[in-house]
């Protein structure tokens, strides 16, 4: 598909970075204007995109959304020694139904994605996530969603879509393909205690924030193993993000960076978003942490190790360790140091399911499978390949 649609960055950014050093990020990559139109996609990497839909937002008050400022922010920063190659395709601007931006979402990122190509989307509300995960479908095969967010937003999956309902609507509609959902940063006062339970049913993973900012390496290997990673900018407390998030608990600046970076290094991520942007006054504060979010996931992108046949290599070591009626089979890379433990397969005739054979872990993990105690992880995932 073409991108047609697609609307050109403002005349006010494009003015902006003519301003900038000629080492600065918005002179080094291609940018989507009103005069030279989009550029080629060819040998690109990573796609930067805005969505200014929000009209699911249950507190949808009918303002237009504009990303001038996270854009400036981000061509004002310098580029790491990167090998990318970025372009700015500009922005999908609302359709005259909601169901109509969500197709343009889903075909652009579908394109995108045959073309091994990254987007980093920068959205309103968050139920564009469900486009985002149905650009997937075009592959044919189960993927995993790891939403950074304090809330599940499971919702009503019975009820119209909404940005708090989006994750119940992927569990529930077909095709079926998401295969595990794991939370990072959730906070259980913003929680029912129905949905927490649902998520241990279904044998999903969620980190609460206190053990997120107790020890943030927790995240790496449940970024190693997602296809699809969303921010809910309300996962921030309200220091970091002045005027846009009231609550005083959540993640920092340098937390969620680092977050972004561990999705940037993981060799499966192939779609990244963040939402919940609004406008509102002093928003360069807010805008210049997104764009460094976006900064690090590209740093990340940049230093990926390439692993993902990690139980094939050579200098791969295996670790086997008998616990209970159970062998565990531990991979752990010489190059990097990183874990895995392998699932056992069962021979359903789901095709979809055979690339979930092997589940990043850590070194913790196999320290406690050799004192007889299980990793949770791999008990879930064992368990929804039984399903």
């Known amino acids: 598909m073409s991108f047609e649609f697609l609307a050109p960055v403002s005349n006010s950014v494009i003015a902006h970075t003519k301003l900038l050093s000629d080492h600065s990020l918005g002179k080094q990559i291609k940018i989507h204007t009103a005069d030279a139109g989009i550029p080629d996609v060819e040998k ?118 909404t940005n708090t309902s989006f994750v119940g609507k992927m569990i529930v509609e077909q095709p079926y393909n998401l295969f595990n959902y794991s939370n990072i940063g959730y906070q259980t006062y913003f929680n029912a205690q129905e949905e927490i339970d649902l998520i241990e049913k279904l044998y999903f993973d969620a980190y609460r924030l206190g053990e997120v900012i107790s020890d943030v390496t927790i995240v790496e290997p449940i970024m190693r193993d997602a296809d699809i990673v969303s921010i809910d900018l309300g996962v921030m407390n309200a220091t970091s993000m002045r005027g846009l998030v009231s609550s005083p608990n959540g993640l920092d600046g340098r937390e969620i960076c680092t977050i972004s970076r561990y999705a940037g290094l993981s060799d499966k991520v192939k779609s990244f978003g963040i939402y919940e942007f609004k406008n509102f006054k002093n928003e360069e504060t807010a805008s210049m942490l997104i764009a460094q979010i976006i900064w690090y996931f590209i740093e990340g992108v940049n230093y990926r190790s390439n692993e993902m046949d990690i139980k094939n290599l050579k200098s791969t070591l295996h670790y086997s360790v008998p616990i209970e009626d159970e062998v565990l089979s531990f991979y752990k890379s010489s190059k990097t140091g990183r874990w895995w433990i392998e699932i056992p397969f069962i021979s359903s005739g789901n095709n979809k399911l055979k690339r979930h054979t092997l589940l990043p872990c850590t070194y913790n993990d196999y320290e406690r499978a050799c004192n007889q105690e299980i990793p949770e992880r791999w008990y879930k995932a064992k368990r929804k390949n039984e399903v």
């Open 44 to 161: 690109v990497n990573i796609a930067i995109l805005g969505v200014q839909e929000n009209r699911n937002d249950v507190d949808f008050s009918g303002e237009k959304l504009d990303f001038d400022t996270v854009r400036k922010s981000l061509y004002d920063l310098y580029p790491g020694n990167w090998q990318s190659n970025i372009v700015d395709l500009g922005d999908i601007i609302p359709g005259n139904e909601v169901s109509d931006t969500y197709y343009l979402v889903q075909e652009v990122l579908s394109s995108l994605l045959q073309k091994n190509i990254i987007p980093i989307l920068i959205g309103g509300s968050q139920d564009l996530v469900y486009a985002q995960y149905r650009s997937f479908d075009i592959l044919e095969r189960m993927v995993n969603l790891v939403n950074v967010d304090s809330k599940f937003d499971l919702g009503n999956s019975s009820a119209a879509i």
